[in-house]
């Protein structure tokens, strides 16, 4: 079930948190994986390390998807790797919680170049490598914020809402070659957070609102982007897929 083998992958982000255990489940499923990250070239080599062990290949790519030209050069050398890519995830991102009055003048725009146009440029970018693809398929992440709303960081929700609909747009312009989808992963302990999870009171005010009564894990969300990728979801396209322990329901 939702094998990978043979599968080359770009996961953007993925040198930790919810990109790096997404980069190790297609690595376990037996999918070649390039390796995405900004600026922490040890870190993707732990991963790309952890990629040899497991059995697959790997590459490591560099750049800031918020500045267009670097994310087509890395897009590129992660294309030219194998000369296409079947897969694409977009995991790469930022969050700014801030209320409204505290938002500085290049805060919003920061937050929607990197989470929204950031995602978009990639996949942009890929467009020629994926469609050299068999069974090409895209998988953005977007966040549980981005159709629920919650106190703070308009932007990072504004961005997420973006990210959805630009992942329902995408698969109607690039059907019936390039299946698109999207993961809405709810409140994940990872940096990205860290302040909320090691905080006493953040962290059991999120137990309470989440029906599953618990936070989540990387490893919670990178199945679900393993299943979107596979064969099993040939006919699934435009979907947002909630991994969020439940959060929405109340
Ligand atoms: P993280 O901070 O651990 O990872 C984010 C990754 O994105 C890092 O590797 C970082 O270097 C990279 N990145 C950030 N800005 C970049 C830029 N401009 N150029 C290139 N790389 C950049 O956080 P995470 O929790 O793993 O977040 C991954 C994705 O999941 C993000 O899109 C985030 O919005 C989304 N998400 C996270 C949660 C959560 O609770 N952790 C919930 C919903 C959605």
Do not use: C
Not at 42 to 60: C, M, N
Not at 90 to 102: C, K, L, M, N
């Amino acid at each position: 079930m939702f094998d990978l083998s043979g599968r080359v992958v770009l996961v953007t982000g993925s040198s930790r948190g919810i990109g790096r255990a997404i980069a190790l489940e297609l690595g376990r499923a037996g999918s070649d994986v390039v390796v995405h990250h900004r600026a922490n070239a040890a870190r993707a080599e732990e991963v790309r390390a952890e990629l040899s062990r497991i059995g697959v290949q790997s590459l490591t790519v560099a750049g800031d998807v918020a500045h267009p030209e670097e994310v087509a050069r890395f897009v590129r050398a992660a294309g030219e790797w194998k000369g296409r890519l079947d897969g694409v995830v977009t995991s790469a991102g930022i969050y700014r919680g801030d209320a409204t009055p505290d938002v500085g003048p290049n805060d919003f725009q920061s937050v929607l170049r990197t989470d929204l146009e950031g995602t978009f440029r990639t996949v942009q970018a890929a467009l020629p490598f994926l469609k050299k693809s068999v069974r090409p398929a895209i998988v953005t992440v977007s966040s549980v914020m981005g159709a629920h709303a919650g106190i703070g960081g308009v932007a990072y929700q504004a961005a997420k809402a973006g990210v959805e609909q630009a992942t329902r747009a995408l698969a109607l312009e690039l059907a019936p070659r390039i299946r698109v989808n999207s993961v809405a992963p709810g409140f994940i302990r990872t940096d990205i957070n860290r302040g909320g999870h090691e905080d006493p009171r953040f962290h059991a005010a999120i137990v309470a609102a989440t029906p599953l009564g618990r936070w989540g894990e990387p490893d919670d969300v990178a199945p679900a982007v393993r299943y979107l990728l596979s064969l099993e979801a040939d006919w699934v396209t435009g979907l947002v897929l909630g991994v969020d322990g439940g959060i929405p329901l109340r």
